[in-house]
């Protein structure tokens, strides 16, 4: 099993052009640590083709009246 490259962020801010390169290169992600503890992780792009406009299309279905009044009372811009 491939591992993710582990380093600081000291190393990282030093190579991090490089860093990027092969990440894209390689498709494996880089995690950054700070005092011992992940912060970050540099992963791969992947472009999924899709924009994010119709991409629930067909996903939701309208169930009874959306317009009509519920019939319950209520004051949208009052203080009661």
């Not at 380093?7 to 860093?19: D, I, Q, S, V």
């Amino acid at each position: 099993m491939d591992e993710n490259k582990i380093m600081g962020a000291g190393e990282f801010k030093a190579k991090c052009l490089k860093l990027l390169d092969e990440v894209s290169e390689t498709r494996k992600p880089i995690t950054i640590t700070k005092h011992g503890k992940p912060v970050a992780t540099v992963i791969p792009y992947a472009a999924t083709g899709q924009l994010p406009v119709g991409c629930m299309k067909d996903g939701m279905k309208i169930v009874g009246d959306i317009v009509d009044s519920t019939g319950e009372e209520w004051h949208a811009e009052s203080d009661e």
